[in-house]
């Protein structure tokens, strides 16, 4: 059973940045990929990023190419979503996922992910 724990949303304006941390305990990390999702209000959970187990693929959704950057330490069981140029259209709980795999799977969907973590709350503000 993998536990997940995201850190590190919070408020910030406009074209600020923030980092997401997603520290993973009770599986090997490195057998998982793992991926990033959120959720705003009222809309259904979209995709954001993933990276293979390795770290060697990663896929980013088009509305946050060029902006959010997934990465991962396997030494440290934790992954990350560096984001950039924040909108007030990012604003939503984010929440990691991680699902055993090879390391060219970066699934961009939400059913192949078995476990999930609490989610935490980016709000941008114009």
């Known amino acids: 059973q993998v536990q997940l724990v995201e850190s590190g949303g919070g408020l910030v304006q406009a074209g600020g940045s923030l980092r997401l941390s997603c520290a993973a305990s009770?599986?090997?990390?490195?057998?998982?990929?793992m991926g990033w999702f959120r959720q705003a209000p009222g809309k259904e959970r979209e995709f954001v990023a993933a990276?293979?187990?390795?770290?060697?693929?990663?896929s980013h959704a088009d509305s946050v190419k060029g902006r959010f950057i997934i990465s991962r330490d396997n030494a440290k069981n934790t992954v990350y979503l560096q984001m950039n140029s924040l909108k007030p259209e990012d604003t939503a709980i984010y929440y990691c996922a991680a699902v055993p795999g090879s390391d060219f799977y970066t699934p961009t969907t939400p059913s192949p992910y078995n476990y999930w973590g609490q989610g935490t709350q980016v709000t941008v503000s114009s």
């Open positions: 990276i293979s187990r390795l770290g060697h693929f990663t």
């Open positions: 009770g599986g090997t990390f490195s057998s998982y990929a």
